[in-house]
């Protein structure tokens, strides 16, 4: 089982930047696919960004392409969204978000952080 606690999320102008943390407890970090998650006010989740086991494949929302950039450290269970270019649109609730073995294309994600607010302001 895998633990996820988010943090990083807060108030910003549109065009700032903010990046997101998603600590990690559990032994099957390594084996897991992460993926960020996000919903706004009224809508369903929406599939942000995913990365592999192993860090070397990552996938993105049309979007947030070219804005955001997922990683992680293995070493530190630890996965990271950065959040460039931000636009008002782009406020939600950001999830983290586990599953063991392969990185999906959609919010199919077994682990669910608690998420955090992003407020991006016009």
């Known amino acids: 089982q895998v633990q996820l606690v988010e943090s990083g999320g807060g108030l910003v102008q549109a065009g700032g930047s903010l990046r997101l943390s998603c600590a990690a407890s559990?032994?099957?970090?390594?084996?897991?696919?992460m993926a960020w998650i996000r919903q706004a006010p009224g809508k369903e989740r929406d599939f942000v960004a995913a990365?592999?086991?192993?860090?070397?494949?990552?996938s993105y929302a049309d979007s947030v392409k070219g804005r955001f950039t997922i990683s992680r450290d293995n070493a530190k269970n630890t996965v990271y969204l950065q959040m460039n270019s931000l636009k008002p649109e782009d406020t939600a609730v950001y999830y983290c978000a586990a599953r063991l073995g392969t990185a999906v294309v959609s919010t199919n994600y077994n682990y669910w952080g608690q998420g955090t607010q992003v407020t991006v302001s016009s």
């Open positions: 990365i592999t086991r192993s860090g070397g494949g990552t």
């Open positions: 559990g032994r099957t970090f390594s084996n897991s696919a």
